[in-house]
């Protein structure tokens, strides 16, 4: 499968009609937690969910003969409305490799805490 399509999640809100998708956010840890904007998920986690892809290859986002998808419940973990981040949780568990996160300030060094420390659990990134 490639990492595009592993690390990118649709993230939706089930509806009585259907599943209103909000936005996007990025798996950061083997254990469930995505970053997203705050504004994408509002304030409330009633009902929300990341869409599943079932594809294995991203030249297979252009097919549009099968728009299934899987929704997983998540819940909103932290969110500082200042800076628009949210953190979700959810049961998924990724077993491969999630790319190095870093910055391109040039005075934070390695393994700077990538949400401020206002936060009860910092995700930390070598």
């Known amino acids: 499968m490639n990492l595009f399509t592993q690390l990118v999640l649709v993230i939706g809100r089930i509806t009585p009609e259907s599943v209103q998708m909000l936005g996007t956010g990025f798996l950061v840890t083997?254990?469930?937690?995505?970053?997203?904007?705050?504004?994408?998920?509002?304030?409330?986690?009633?009902?929300?969910?990341?869409?599943?892809?079932?594809?294995?290859?991203?030249?297979?986002?252009?097919?549009?003969?099968?728009?299934?998808?899987?929704?997983?419940?998540?819940?909103?973990?932290?969110?500082?409305?200042?800076?628009?981040l949210a953190i979700l949780k959810s049961d998924l568990t990724f077993n491969g490799t999630i790319p190095n996160l870093g910055n391109f300030d040039s005075d934070s060094g390695i393994c700077q805490p990538v949400v401020d420390s206002h936060f009860k659990d910092n995700i930390y990134f070598t």
């Open 30 to 84: 083997n254990d469930g937690h995505i970053v997203t904007s705050r504004h994408v998920i509002g304030s409330d986690d009633a009902s929300l969910v990341i869409l599943f892809p079932h594809i294995t290859n991203i030249n297979e986002y252009q097919d549009m003969s099968d728009n299934s998808c899987k929704p997983i419940k998540v819940i909103v973990e932290e969110i500082d409305p200042i800076k628009d």
